[in-house]
Nanobody
């Protein structure tokens, strides 16, 4: 059974940091590019960061460049999103996505940035 399970979300003050993890099972994550998306209330889902299968190419949304870092550990079948200098506008449910034709999604993890 294919699963993507996110973890690491929570409540953090502005300027703080969180590290999200996405653990994959049921398919070889190392074969696929992986994405992090987010969706804030009342807004469309937004692509935040992308990493290719071997990690050679990485891209970020302009809104998170310089603050977020995507990485992967293929030996652990896990993708990460390190989020620094968090802002209230980063508040959203964060999802990982990938696999064959990007068909697999996690259940999401809530990130709330508030004082």
């Amino acid at each position: 059974q294919v699963q993507l399970v996110e973890s690491g979300g929570g409540l953090v003050q502005p300027g703080g940091s969180l590290r999200l993890s996405c653990a994959a099972s049921g398919f070889p994550l190392s074969n696929y590019d992986m994405n992090w998306y987010r969706q804030a209330p009342g807004k469309e889902r937004e692509l935040v960061a992308t990493i290719t299968s071997a990690g050679a190419s990485i891209n970020y949304a302009d809104s998170v460049k310089g603050r977020f870092t995507i990485s992967r550990d293929n030996a652990k079948n896990t993708v990460y999103l390190q989020m620094n200098s968090l802002k209230p506008e980063d508040t959203a449910v964060y999802y990982c996505n990938g696999g064959f034709r990007y068909r697999y999604w996690g259940q999401g993890t809530q990130v709330t940035v508030s004082s």
